[in-house]
T-cell receptor, first 112, second 116 residues
Framework: ELKVEQNPLFLSMQEGKNYTIYCNYS?????LYWYRQDPGKSLESLFV?????AVKQEGRLMASLDTKARLSTLHITAAVHDLSATYFC????????????FGTGTRLQVTL | DTEVTQTPKHLVMGMTNKKSLKCEQH?????MYWYKQKAKKPPELMFV???????INESVPSRFSPECPNSSLLNLHLHALQPEDSALYLC???????????????FGPGTRLTVL
């Protein structure tokens, strides 16, 4: 059974600071996704990571994937209040591309 | 247009009621999904349809009955639900079964369901 864990579960950070969210998964995967969810809202796709060493960046967010370590990171640079949300990673098992297992989620709160 | 729409936004129903949730997309996607999300928890996959055929059923109780009448529309029929079924129900779609390139799932806004 695929298990996907994120840490931390909750992160309070000041504007302007940097931090990293970690996503560990238990078995070989085809692909890894990062999503953002605002309170009471739906999920917004941020990144798709397909191969070992993949790195994607969008604004203040950068995601990377290490398939050997079964680890993905989401790095936040110089946080701003607008980044406050819950961030989920999601993993698709090899050969079951349509079946995503979501991580526990990291609730990010950026304070002024 | 990368929009998935869901109706209704909110639904309150009794345990003896029958209701339906509706999801629609006009992106030409051929895979559609239902997820259930409890408060402060990640989404959990319920069903996957591929080319209008049920591809995955994650051992969901029969009181939830999915239907895919055509490639743009996905329904979830609800009957004899329990209070613990109260949750946000999310629909998603993707080009195919996430097998190519950077395809991803696009999520709708969800239906917040309360079962009394």
């Amino acid at each position: 059974e695929l298990k996907v864990e994120q840490n931390p579960l909750f992160l309070s950070m000041q504007e302007g600071k940097n931090y990293t969210i970690y996503c560990n998964y238990s078995t070989t995967s085809d692909r890894l996704y990062w999503y953002r969810q605002d309170p009471g809202k739906s999920l917004e796709s941020l990144f798709v990571l397909l191969s070992n060493g993949a790195v994607k960046q969008e604004g203040r967010l950068m995601a990377s994937l290490d398939t050997k370590a079964r680890l993905s990171t989401l790095h936040i640079t110089a946080a701003v209040h607008d980044l406050s949300a819950t961030y989920f990673c999601a993993v698709a098992l090899t050969g079951t591309a349509s079946k995503l297992t979501f991580g526990t989620g990291t609730r990010l709160q950026v304070t002024l | 247009d990368t929009e998935v729409t869901q109706t209704p936004k909110h639904l309150v129903m009794g345990m003896t009621n029958k209701k339906s949730l509706k999801c629609e997309q006009h992106m030409g996607h051929r895979a559609m999904y239902w997820y259930k999300q409890k408060a402060k928890k990640p989404p959990e996959l319920m069903f996957v349809y591929s080319y209008e055929k049920l591809s995955i059923n994650e051992s969901v109780p029969s009181r939830f009955s999915p239907e895919c009448p055509n490639s743009s529309l996905l329904n979830l029929h609800l009957h004899a639900l329990q209070p613990e079924d109260s949750a946000l129900y999310l629909c998603a779609s993707s080009q195919v079964l996430l097998t190519s390139g950077t395809d991803t799932q696009y999520f709708g806004p969800g239906t917040r369901l309360t079962v009394l």
